[in-house]
């Protein structure tokens, strides 16, 4: 459970304490509302998160307000705004809400990007604060101290802080912002070649003294990535702990990875000390995800002989709870666009025989994901006619989006049987992804798939209730193919590991690979229809590299999905058995799934499910029989 660490020093006349107020990826989850579910939801969003802020401000003197990214994208408001919804010249919601709340400072996220750059710079120029980010450049240069960055790489703010005896003294904070250094792979068609990034720690190294010798008392790290290790690699994706052994840096708020820091969690992790909610002695706070935290950070700061130290007095964690009211003012400043977003989004599209869920969507077909692939493979099947590529036979790759994970029992697609709105297409792909098509031997598919099958642990025959999924891996890397069958065994070690990287050379789990019920031929070349993120060879796809693309244009999924259910209405499809598990006679797992999928147990009939109860989080927890 995530709590308050604390290290509370006794007041004294020379000493004041700063307190940093944070959020993290917010992803435009400004109202308490579940656009996808069509309902309010009282346990997220900024305007219920504001009335936290505003408590958290008042309880002190001195204090900062950061965002540390990921606030751009995310929902159907996002969507919508970025859509349709914003008039030229207009100011993004998301940014008027800061600006109304008074935020000093901002870094970028990844999901920033996902618009396009002219987007995106567009979007800051209404910003009444600084946007920071160090290792995200226009142009390297020979170091990071002399890159072209694309925004600022930090910024000095200067506040009159009251000491213990009533003075008030000059302070002058850094604030210093990174991002996951893989926004261009992740991004490659709207970004590569026109932005360019760094490592955050070789970057930290350069930019941190620069940022003191320009007078920072204090420095403060936006870091838009996971907590990770402190020894993580060059271009780590998660280097919070890494950054922390970087000298100079007075507090880091961290995020990305959707989790909470001070929690359980990293009880044990190198350099972690959660009584201290520190990493490397440096405070730190990770909010979680969709504005149902905020983060606090206090430091002690202690002024003499003219110089400023500073020391950590506590770190928190404060959570909405159902009782939580929004703020009058961030319900007022967002009332047209959220009106505009719910009526958009009520929108009829099409209608559907069948429900469409995500429930075991990582242990056996899903009607939800076989409409997805139907939608991609017509769409290719379209734009290559009259080509040469005309002639290859045509498989399409789909992932859950939505599959509990740590977006909690709640993350799940959940449409009924009936008729299909806008919202109900945002919800059966969640991101802006566009269409992509790969040229692949049945060889490099049966390696995507052992790529894929690395969501699931090892299970050794006769094990009892152990979990079958990794939950360290995101399920959106999961892929499923529309076109193969093949059997899982599970009693093997995943070919590669979680990232990507080939760990177990002669590790084969995939077998019996067929096409369209015929054993596969490795040498036979196929069109994989698949999606803007997966073509970049993201989730650690190694096969997808820039040659083997097909130019089948950039329409984004969701407009095919749209097209897709306009022109097979009602839509009925049928869950395909793209995979099965070996039989394990005598042994158990678990699975974790939403409450709400005990209502529809037949889709998992072939595993003898067994309830046992709900989890601490709130899952509804499976035993299966393999």
């Not at 910003?127 to 226009?138: M, T």
């Not at 059997?487 to 990287?501: A, T, V």
């Not at 054993?519 to 190694?542: H, I, V």
């Amino acid at each position: 459970m995530p709590g308050t660490a604390s290290t509370d020093p006794p007041p004294d006349r020379n000493s004041a304490r700063l307190r940093i107020i944070a959020t993290t990826d917010v992803h435009v989850h400004l109202m308490g509302y579940d656009y996808y579910a069509d309902r309010p939801d009282p346990t997220l969003g900024l305007a219920h998160a504001a009335t936290l802020i505003a408590a958290a401000r008042s309880e002190v003197a001195n204090s900062l307000l950061l965002d540390n990214g990921d606030f751009l994208q995310g929902n159907p408001m996002g969507d919508y705004v970025l859509g349709p919804g914003l008039q030229q010249g207009c100011i993004h919601p998301a940014v008027r809400v800061m600006n109304r709340l008074g935020y000093d400072a901002a870094t970028l996220g990844n999901h920033e990007f996902n618009y396009g750059l002219p987007t995106l710079t567009g979007m800051m120029e209404g910003a009444r604060f600084p946007f920071v980010s160090a290792n995200i450049a226009w142009a390297l240069g020979p170091s990071p101290a002399e890159d072209v960055t694309f925004v600022a790489p930090h910024a000095l703010i200067t506040r009159e802080i009251t000491l213990g005896n009533g003075r008030t003294e000059s302070l002058r904070i850094g604030i210093i912002g990174f991002a996951p250094p893989q926004i261009v792979e992740w991004d490659r068609p709207l970004l590569e070649g026109r932005i360019f990034t760094r490592d955050i720690v070789e970057t930290a190294k350069a930019r941190v003294p620069e940022l003191r010798a320009s007078g920072a008392d204090v420095v403060i790290a936006l870091s838009h990535s996971g907590i990770g290790t402190p020894m993580a690699g060059d271009r780590a994706e998660d280097a919070s702990s890494a950054l922390a052994q970087v000298a100079g840096i007075d507090a880091i708020i961290a995020g990305h990875s959707h989790l909470l820091f001070p929690s359980a969690t990293f009880a044990g992790a190198p350099g972690v000390d959660l009584a201290r909610g520190t990493i490397a002695g440096v405070p730190v706070v990770m909010p979680g995800f969709n504005a149902m935290h905020i983060g606090v950070i206090d430091l002690q700061l202690e002024r003499h002989a003219g110089r400023w130290t500073s020391r950590p007095a506590a770190v928190s964690l404060r959570s909405i709870t159902p009782g939580t009211p929004a703020l009058p003012e961030v319900v007022e400043e967002v009332r047209a666009e959220h009106g505009a977003t719910v009526a958009f989004s009520r929108r009829s599209v099409g209608r559907s025989l069948v429900p469409l869920d995500t429930f075991f969507a990582t242990a056996t077909a899903s009607a939800a994901m076989r409409v997805v692939a139907e939608a991609q493979a017509r769409h290719v099947a379209r734009q290559v006619a009259g080509r040469t590529e005309a002639a290859l036979p045509i498989v399409s790759a789909v992932s859950p989006l939505k599959a509990g994970g740590r977006g909690g029992p709640q993350n799940y697609t959940q449409i009924p049987a009936g008729d299909l709105a806008l919202r109900h297409v945002a919800d059966l792909y969640i991101f802006p992804n566009t269409i992509a098509a790969l040229r692949l031997t049945g060889a490099e598919l049966a390696d995507w798939l052992e790529n894929a099958v690395t969501l699931f642990h090892q299970i050794q025959p006769g094990a009892v209730d152990v979990p079958l999924i990794d939950a360290d891996f995101p399920c959106y890397n999961h892929d499923r193919i529309l076109g193969l069958s093949f059997e899982i065994d599970l009693s093997q070690p995943s070919r590669y590991n979680r990232h990507g990287r080939l760990r177990a050379p002669h590790a084969r789990r995939v077998h019996d690979l067929r096409h369209n019920g015929l054993p596969l031929d490795p040498n036979q070349e196929f069109l994989l229809a698949t999606n803007s993120y997966r073509s970049a060879g993201c989730g650690g796809y190694a096969q997808a590299r820039p040659e083997r693309l097909v130019d089948v244009g950039r329409a984004p999924i969701r407009d095919i999905l749209l097209r897709h259910l306009a022109e097979h209405e009602p839509t009925a499809p049928a869950p395909a058995e793209t995979f099965r598990f070996r039989p394990m006679p005598g042994t158990t797992v678990t699975y974790d799934t939403a409450p709400a999928a005990t209502a529809h147990l037949d889709r998992i009939a072939h595993f003898r499910p067994e309830p046992l109860g709900l989890t601490d989080e709130g899952f509804a927890r499976f035993r299966l029989h393999l």
